[in-house]
């Protein structure tokens, strides 16, 4: 199986740009970014289509019941969404994405009992 499928494993988009980049692309950015900018896309270069189709069943599982929490674990969900949003516009590469799934996955618990 080639990177398409798994990937090109952590902090190594890198190596996937420069395995598909042209060398007016791969000349004009220099070695000034390390991720794609992008988290979705970082996800895909990164844990290829096996990983992206897993964090997108997990997100649809998810989401819905982090967004609506009950009031005292509203915190995490908040927390979950800031990261999120600071995600999309600023990515600083996959790192966060534990950090999110933790705090979604704290705000969609199910109470014990």
Same mark, same amino acid.
């Given at each position: 199986?080639?990177p398409g499928?798994?990937?090109?494993g952590?902090?190594?988009?890198w190596?996937g740009f420069?395995?598909?980049?042209? =060398?007016?692309?791969i000349?004009?950015t220099?070695r ?9 896309? =970082? ?5 290829g289509?096996?990983g992206l189709?897993?964090f997108?069943w997990?997100v649809a599982?998810?989401?819905?019941r ?5 009031? =005292?674990?509203a ?9 999120v949003?600071?995600?999309?516009v =600023? ?8 950090l999110?799934?933790v ?7 199910r109470d014990?009992?």
């Amino acid at each position: 199986m080639g990177p398409g499928v798994l990937g090109w494993g952590p902090a190594n988009a890198w190596s996937g740009f420069l395995s598909s980049g042209t =060398e007016a692309q791969i000349q004009t950015t220099g070695r000034s970014w390390a991720d794609a900018h992008n988290l979705v896309l =970082e996800l895909a270069v990164v844990s290829g289509i096996v990983g992206l189709l897993a964090f997108g069943w997990l997100v649809a599982r998810l989401a819905p019941r982090a967004l609506r929490p009950p009031p =005292e674990r509203a915190w995490l969900s908040a927390s979950a969404s800031a990261l999120v949003a600071y995600a999309l516009v =600023e990515p600083l590469d996959v790192v966060l994405v534990p950090l999110v799934v933790v705090f979604a996955a704290g705000a969609a618990g199910r109470d014990p009992g």
